[in-house]
Nanobody, 126 residues
Framework: QVQLVESGGGLVQDGGSLRLSCAAS????????MGWFRQAPGKEREPVAA????????YYAESIKDRFTITTDNAKNTVSLQMNSLKPEDTAIYYC???????????????????WGQGAQVTVSS
C-alpha cells in the first residue's frame, strides 16, 4: 500500500506563490507516475500536472502551463508543485495522486490513479 500526504497549502494574494509538497510512504518504489489534480467548489476534479518518476517527464494542463512546475525527489519520495503568478481561479483543493502505471498522454484521467492524498486547500484572494 501507498500513503500520500500533501502539505503547503494556504492563503495567498493574487500574483503570489505557493509550493505544495506530497510525501509518499509505503510501497513507493511501485509509483511510476505522480500527479496533481484540483477541485473547486461545484466543479469537477481537473488535472493540473503529472510527472514520471523514472525520467522526470512532466505534463501540464494548459491553464497553468508556464506558471506551475512539478518536480520529483525520488530519494525523499516527494513530489512538489511550485505555483507562481497565482490567480483567484486557481482557488481549489489540490490533491496529490499516484499510480503504478507508466502514464503519458493519459495522465489527465483521475481514474488512472490508484492512490490519493487527503487534499490541501489553496485560496487566492483578489
Amino acid at each position: 500500500q501507498v500513503q500520500l500526504v500533501e502539505s503547503g497549502g494556504g492563503l495567498v494574494q493574487d500574483g503570489g506563490s505557493l509550493r505544495l509538497s506530497c510525501a509518499a510512504s509505503g510501497r513507493t518504489f511501485s509509483l511510476y507516475t505522480m500527479g496533481w489534480f484540483r477541485q473547486a467548489p461545484g466543479k469537477e476534479r481537473e488535472p493540473v500536472a503529472a510527472i514520471r518518476r523514472s525520467d522526470g517527464t512532466a505534463y501540464y494542463a494548459e491553464s497553468i502551463k508556464d506558471r506551475f512546475t512539478i518536480t520529483t525527489d525520488n530519494a525523499k519520495n516527494t513530489v512538489s508543485l511550485q505555483m507562481n503568478s497565482l490567480k483567484p481561479e486557481d482557488t481549489a483543493i489540490y490533491y496529490c495522486a499516484g499510480t503504478t502505471a507508466y502514464l503519458n498522454t493519459n495522465w489527465r484521467f483521475p481514474g488512472r490513479y490508484g492512490y490519493w492524498g487527503q487534499g490541501a486547500q489553496v485560496t487566492v484572494s483578489s
